[in-house]
Nanobody, 118 residues
């Protein structure tokens, strides 16, 4: 199982970015997938997750600004980030928990840097 994240970059405050995470090695349409982020000297935190039915949950900090969605035909999830602020600066990781034979495995993408300048 591999997760390949992309789409990060440098953007000015108020701008937008779209992150992508392509999964390979399995079919992920039945799994919850998520985006986490980790700012410098802070713990990794959940940003948003999306269930297999497409319903989504967001941390309060990004509600109304970020949208997570998925394309199961491409085994890909996205994070559309609008109205970016400097406090959104972090490395963003995609994540999927997979249960096999009653054991849960955690898979992480390699991370993509998002930097928002003021």
């Amino acid at each position: 199982v591999q997760l390949q994240a992309s789409g990060g970059g440098l953007v000015q405050a108020g701008g937008s970015l779209r992150l992508s995470c392509a999964a390979s090695g399995s079919t992920f349409s039945s799994y919850t997938m998520a985006w986490y982020r980790q700012a410098s000297e802070k713990q990794r935190e959940l940003v948003a997750n999306i269930l297999r039915d497409g319903s989504a949950m967001y941390t309060d900090d990004v509600k109304g600004r970020f949208t997570i969605f998925r394309d199961n035909t491409l085994n890909t999830i996205y994070l559309q980030m609008n109205s970016l602020a400097p406090e959104d600066t972090a490395v963003y990781y995609c994540f999927v928990p997979v249960v096999k034979n009653a054991v849960e495995y955690h898979y992480w993408g390699q991370g993509t840097q998002v930097t928002v300048s003021s």
